[in-house]
């Protein structure tokens, strides 16, 4: 079984310029999470999805990100403009559904954000 | 407001030793613990969770509600348990977005 994709790997900007990142969560997984993690943190929960719709989304800062999940699978996060704070590992991760023993994240391998 | 906290950075034992990783927990409500691992240039990964009582390459964690605790605990470590460990706490119900504490870098020495 194929795992989360994120793409790209690595991304370097400058502040006030925008960025996209992409996520194809695990087929079949109804629920996706982006987290934003900061070196030497914890991930951070920043929106999670149950197909097209948003579940949580209390910790996204909405001045500036916004996500998307349309057709219920794959799911786009962007960031405009970007702040030098920006800087991050921003991570993908699907479950099969929201609770329960279902609810094992299975996570991505990152898009490494650096904003100059 | 829920949060996790890790409160070793690093923790260095040799091999063979007992490892206690420890995790301590602030929520209101009847919470899901789980720890998550990642190896070196590997995805995070689910390593156990409370709710299954299960030990997973001979790691165990008992939830202890008394003292808001979750640590992970193996008996005798081993170099291929070197990591970044996460303690996480999830919410239940339909929003279960996780709280991940800072994170223990385990170094195991041989």
């Known amino acids: 079984e194929a795992g989360v994709a994120q793409s790209p790997r690595y991304k370097i900007i400058e502040k006030r310029q925008s960025v996209a990142f992409w996520c194809n969560p695990i087929?079949?997984?109804?629920?996706l999470y982006w987290y934003q993690q900061i070196l030497g943190q914890g991930p951070k929960l920043l929106i999670q999805f149950q197909n097209n719709g948003v579940v949580d989304d209390s910790q996204l800062p909405k001045d500036r990100f916004s996500a998307e999940r349309l057709k219920g699978v794959d799911s786009t996060l962007k960031i405009q403009p970007a702040k030098l704070e920006d800087s991050a590992v921003y991570l993908c991760?699907?479950?099969?559904?929201?609770?329960?023993?279902?609810?094992?994240?299975?996570f991505g391998p990152g898009t490494r954000l650096t904003v100059l | 407001a829920q949060r996790v906290t890790q409160p070793e950075k690093l923790l260095s034992v040799f091999k063979g030793a007992p490892v206690e990783l420890k995790c301590n927990y602030s929520y209101s409500g009847s919470p899901e613990l789980f720890w998550y691992v990642q190896y070196s240039r590997q995805r995070l990964q689910l390593l156990l969770r409370h709710i299954s009582r299960e030990s997973i390459k001979g790691f165990t964690a008992d939830l202890n509600k008394g003292e808001t605790s979750f640590h992970l605990k193996k008996p005798f470590a081993q170099e291929e348990d070197s990591a970044m460990y996460y303690c996480a706490l999830g919410s239940g119900g339909g929003a279960d977005g996780l709280t991940f504490g800072k994170g223990t870098h385990l170094i195991i020495q041989p």
């Open positions: 087929s079949g997984h109804a629920t």
């Open positions: 991760a699907s479950s099969l559904a929201g609770t329960g023993v279902n609810n094992e994240q299975f």
